[in-house]
């Protein structure tokens, strides 16, 4: 999956969202990345359709995300123990490890609003 943006839920839940602060900035990144494939985790992926699914908005939500045309990475084998070493290593959130492990399964460079999570794909050589 190389050459792959994986974008963690803070993306993807301001571009959803017109009234989030940063839903300009998230869509201006999204369409910064048009021609190049753009990717999240399972985990990444249900974070963002919780609001939805609340509203009674998901169906709109999951349309909006193939249109994007997002790709599941999967949490491939031996994700347990990995997830527990990048948690471990980084005391980052498990949904942000997924973030972690999809960029690194992928080879992909992670973009991300939360600074920590951006800080940690730095030193990781995930940006």
Do not use: W, Y
């Amino acid at each position: 999956m190389a050459g792959l943006i994986v974008v963690d839920a803070s993306v993807l839940i301001a571009h959803l969202d017109g009234t989030d602060a940063l839903h300009e900035r998230a869509t201006a990144l999204l369409d910064g990345a048009a021609g190049q494939r753009l990717a999240a985790s399972p985990i990444t992926l249900a974070e963002v359709l919780v609001g939805p699914v609340r509203a009674g908005r998901a169906a709109a939500a999951e349309a909006a995300l193939r249109t994007l045309a997002i790709e599941e990475v999967p949490l491939g084998a031996g994700a347990p123990s990995r997830l527990a070493t990048l948690r471990a290593a980084t005391n980052l959130k498990l949904p942000d490890c997924c973030v972690l492990l999809a960029a690194q399964d992928a080879r992909g460079a992670l973009r991300s609003f939360d600074e920590r999570l951006s800080a940690v794909a730095a030193e990781l050589g995930l940006v």
